[in-house]
């Protein structure tokens, strides 16, 4: 069975960073792409990175790119989110998700979720 | 950017009902568009991808259709477990998901 289990959320101050991670179980992680998609509260989802099977490409919309970097370990099964100069419309649910072919997303973890606020 | 507009944000409907929801891309999207269903608390799951295909294990009363910038996703007759939250995603350019539609029992 596929499992994501996201974790490292929690309160940060605007400017502060965060790290994500989610751990991943039940395939062989190297062979997908992976995401991070994120909610706000009561918002709509957004796709915030996207990283390719061995890590040498990734992906991100112009609302994080140069202040959110994703990475992966394989050989850990493991995708992270860094997450820099946080902004209070960060403030979101963030999912790990895995992709099918760099294009879509088939699995999904809980999400965890991140407050941006002083 | 591409931009999806989803319709309704909320639904009322009764168990037995044929429901539909609707996504308008702001370009087209060559059918690369995607549904999912949200539960409270639980991780999205999906439900038909590329406008029409039935992930597997999905009952056949869920529907997709479109091409071009509209696309449709369609409840032939609802069931209690099938009130939630559902939205549409292009992967045609990079990633854009649909606002969301509530679906309530009435």
């Known amino acids: 069975e596929v499992q994501l289990v996201e974790s490292g959320g929690g309160l940060v101050q605007p400017g502060r960073s965060l790290k994500l991670s989610c751990a991943a179980s039940g395939f062989t992680f190297s062979n997908y792409y992976m995401a991070w998609v994120r909610q706000a509260p009561k918002k709509g989802l957004e796709w915030v990175a996207t990283i390719s099977t061995s890590g040498s490409r990734t992906y991100y919309p112009d609302s994080v790119k140069g202040r959110f970097t994703i990475s992966r370990d394989n050989a850990k099964s493991s995708l992270y989110l860094q997450m820099n100069s946080l902004k209070s419309e960060d403030t979101a649910t963030y999912y790990c998700a895995r992709m099918v072919a760099n294009g879509y997303f088939d699995y999904w973890g809980q999400g965890v979720m991140v407050t941006v606020s002083s | 950017d591409i931009q999806m507009t989803q319709s309704p944000s909320f639904l009322s409907a009764s168990v037995g009902d044929r429901v539909t929801i609707n996504c308008k891309a702001s370009?087209?999207?060559?059918?690369?568009l995607n549904w999912y269903q949200q539960k409270l608390g639980e991780a999205p799951k999906r439900l038909i991808y590329n406008t029409n295909n039935l992930q597997t294990g999905i009952p056949s009363r869920f529907s997709g259709s479109g091409s071009g910038t509209d696309y449709t996703l369609t409840i032939s007759s609802l069931q209690p477990e099938d009130f939630a939250t559902y939205f549409c995603?292009?992967?045609?350019?990079?990633?854009?998901f649909g606002g969301g539609t509530k679906l309530e029992l009435k």
């Open positions: 370009q087209n999207i060559n059918k690369y």
């Open positions: 995603l292009q992967h045609n350019s990079f990633r854009t």
